[in-house]
């Protein structure tokens, strides 16, 4: 057992003796063989990141015959392992949910977050994908498509590692985003691991992503991926954002899911908590298009923007 611990301690000091760039590769340009209706593949060059990052933009069919109208946007970030191609089919629920007025015409932005990056910026800087996305990506796209350019139109979902992506980054800039859906992301919600604790390496194997990404320093995990950043953020949170969570009854990471709203609720901070029944996947059709009801109840949207969406 001694053998074994010294083994797994020598395995995270190797892991934060590299840089995150050095121990994760990301591909940041994948555009999807397969073409989908709307939806547009693009690049742009991250200063953060000194690369060219892929992303795709549906844009709905009234956005291409009205050419004065602007629209509310949804980001909706990929899993582990997965990349800007990957949530493509997310549009064919949203197009459902314009056609049953559930939501006004709606874009949609998928962007690259690596396929390890738990879409934080690295602890030592060689990764910036939280920067990446928050400072260069929805500048970009609210500059190049007529997007309300405003967090009152703008929310974030994502699926696993999407999801609790979309929940550290709306709870982190809670200014930013009019509200947020979790689908099946615990991330966040089991972050009981302090990566200096000797005791604790046995789970070096569920967190060598975070691991790498994070590194050593337990405040700076608790600042980027624990309660404390809802704490911090509270009266914001409370008054702006809302929160939505969409687990399966038998995903593995219900028990986390279950005890971020006991804490949520402990603060006093409304959300919505939705089961199915169903293991570790975006859920039912009901699921996505409860979502999409969910982000236009949070949209502010003016009279005159209403009008001409429609």
């Known amino acids: 057992m001694r053998r074994l611990t010294y083994i797994l301690l020598l395995m995270s000091s190797v892991l934060v003796a590299q840089t995150a760039r050095e121990s ?79 939501i006004p015409p709606t874009i949609l932005v998928m962007p690259n977050g690596g396929k390890g990056s738990v879409y934080l910026d690295s602890f030592d800087g060689s990764y910036m994908v939280k920067t990446m996305i928050i400072k260069e990506l929805i500048p970009h796209v609210d500059k190049n498509f007529r997007t309300i350019a405003e967090s009152r139109a703008r929310a974030i979902q994502g699926f696993s590692m999407g999801g609790s992506g979309s929940t550290k980054l709306a709870l982190l800039h809670p200014h930013i985003f009019s509200s947020f859906t979790n689908f099946a992301g615990s991330g966040l919600l089991r972050v009981d691991f302090d990566p200096s604790d000797q005791n604790q390496t046995r789970k070096i ?44 009854k038998k995903d593995k990471g219900l028990q986390g899911a279950q005890e971020f709203s006991t804490f949520l609720k402990s603060l006093k901070i409304d959300h919505e908590f939705d089961l199915h029944e169903g293991g ?18 949070h949209f502010k949207l003016s009279e005159q923007e209403l009008q001409n969406l429609k």
């Open 205 to 248: 194997r569920y967190f060598a992503p975070k691991h790498r990404m994070l590194g050593d320093d337990p405040e700076f995990w608790k600042e980027n991926i624990g309660y404390a950043i809802v704490e911090k953020n509270r009266e914001i949170i409370s008054e702006k954002l809302g929160i939505r969570i969409v687990f399966g």
């Open 24 to 102: 994760v590769e990301f591909n940041w340009v994948n555009k999807s063989e397969k073409s989908f209706k709307g939806a547009q593949h693009h690049t742009f060059y991250s200063q953060a990141n000194k690369a060219e990052i892929g992303f795709n933009v549906y844009l709905p069919e009234h956005y291409q015959k009205n050419s004065n109208s602007r629209y509310p946007v949804i980001y909706v970030l990929h899993g582990g392992g997965g990349n800007e191609s990957s949530g493509l089919t997310r549009i064919r629920s949203l197009e459902l949910a314009m056609k049953k007025k559930l």
């Open 280 to 297: 570790h996947n975006w859920g039912t059709e009901k699921n996505a298009l409860d979502t999409y009801a969910f982000h236009n109840k």
